[in-house]
Nanobody, 121 residues
Framework: QVQLVESGGGLVQPGGSLRLSCAAS????????MGWYRQAPGKQRELVAA???????NYADSVKGRFTISRDNAKNTVYLQMNSLKPEDTAVYYC???????????????WGQGTQVTVSS
């Protein structure tokens, strides 16, 4: 009953910027942690960045200083601002949210459909 809808992917030159958005909708009590993962062809899916409901953040070493994760709790939306993009950032980016229904103690993970980010000259 929860859907995550992503937007903002595309083709960009090395050194350029993109901003990804992910909005959650449906029936739930609250969202705790939200994050962005990515998967390049032939590689494992990896965590890019995560942010808690208290706005604590965590980044992969490869994107520290270049990417910024943020969220708007009123809109149930998480963002990923990507600057100084490199070809190795090319991947499908997936939004993830830990969602709690009313009256439960264990949250469920939901995933967006993925959005393609391609960094190439």
């Amino acid at each position: 009953q929860v859907q995550l809808v992503e937007s903002g992917g595309g083709l960009v030159q090395p050194g350029g910027s993109l901003r990804l958005s992910c909005a959650a909708s449906g029936i739930f009590w609250r969202i705790s942690t939200m994050g962005w993962y990515r998967q390049a062809p032939g590689k494992q899916r990896e965590l890019v960045a995560a942010i808690t409901s208290g706005l604590s953040t965590n980044y992969a070493d490869s994107v520290k200083g270049r990417f910024t994760i943020s969220r708007d709790n009123a809109k149930n939306t998480v963002y990923l601002q990507m600057n100084s993009l490199k070809p190795e950032d090319t991947a499908v980016y997936y939004c993830n949210a830990r969602v709690f229904a009313s009256g439960v103690r264990t949250g469920d993970d939901y995933w967006g459909q993925g959005t393609q980010v391609t960094v190439s000259s």
